[in-house]
């Protein structure tokens, strides 16, 4: 936790392969064999290792990813993000819930059942990505270079959330990510703002009324051609919503619809980032040129080319005022539907049963995971089982992340039980 493996571009990737070290002597700490790092010419190291189980036995794969994300603004901060630190029952800091936890829980999995009877039940290999937190953008290279390794019959994910705490979830599909950045020009250069303003357009202006345009006035998406998944079976509470979000009291949620399909099975549209000058030292003048950095979360079911292709005809057609309009897209990753009705689902279920007393809620992630996809691809006989340590509360990716320490016991219990059951001896 101490380790800031952030993988994305700027930041130290030493820190990267320290992380990976400390993630491999964890490894081997725990039973397993033949740890060792994997390497990829210009990718962040992943971590390897396996157990063999009794003959017969199935193999499974324990997934988990080393890196994190930036910490951000340390002064948002109630401790600081590389300094674990235990409040009210959470750990808090950066990784926490996403998703060294997922780490901690294969280990103590392991750890279960070499105190138990000298390693587990089933063939277990292990494999803790570097690159997750940059889109796994390296992954199909080190599938193509350590496929053999890698291949299993069953796959467990725990980069996923629970319902609540105390409430674990079974994830049955994830949305895709589309991100673009859009540029709009409207000047060679820039001019008076007095002198021109009225007739000569902005192309800040422009750029707000073409991201405005992605949505109607209910709040939802106006892109032809982007596709809405399935319905799902529970419903998200809106007062829950509002409550872990923090959304403020006169704020209305916005689009139409079961508020479980809006988070999970629609497409949605977030605005990250924008180039534009900072209101301090601010000159009076129309802006030329102005970019802006959006994320489009993909529905289940939809297509990241299908979807590029809508939203650019839809970002050329739209710009106002005939505004020069350049789109790139440097992110994209697939949506995934899962069919949850295999044997390793099952084993899942009764595991839940045994360790919270209660069946896992199925629910939708509107998070993006284009590692699923691939490894749906690559490896298409295997049931891949989206688990998780994360809670409602966890904020990854923000200030104050932090995961509950008595789910993260709970999972780490469940995992050890849910190996007893692929292996059919619980």
Known sequence: MRIPSVSAEGHDADMVRCSADETAAWLEHSGLRGVRLLEIPGAHPAVFGQTPGPAGSPTVLLYAHHDVQPPGDEEL???LPFDPTERDGRLFGRGTADDKAGIAA???????????????PVNVSVFIEGEEEIASQNLGRFLGEYRDLLAADAIVLADCSNWRIGEPTLTTSLRGILDFVVEVRTLDHAVHSGAFGG????ALLALCRLIASLHDEDGDMTVDGLKSGPPYGIEAQESTVRQVAGVRPGVSLVGS???AHRLWGRPAVAVLGIDAPPITDVAHKLLPVARAYVSIRLAPGDETQQAKAAVEEHLRTRAPW????EISFPKTGEPHLINVSGSAFEAF???CVDTWGRTPVESGSGG?????????SAFPQAELLLTGVSDPDSRPHCENESVHLDDLRNCCLNEAILLGHLAGIL
């Open 106 to 120: 294969h280990a103590a999995a392991l750890q279960a059942w070499a105190g138990l009877r000298g390693g587990p």
């Open 368 to 376: 993006s995971l284009p590692l699923v996809a691939e490894l749906a």
């Open 322 to 325: 005939g505004a020069e309009v």
């Open 349 to 351: 279920r009764r595991s």
């Open 257 to 259: 619809g079961s508020l």
């Open 77 to 79: 901060w109630d401790s």
């Open 199 to 202: 007739p000569v357009p902005d």
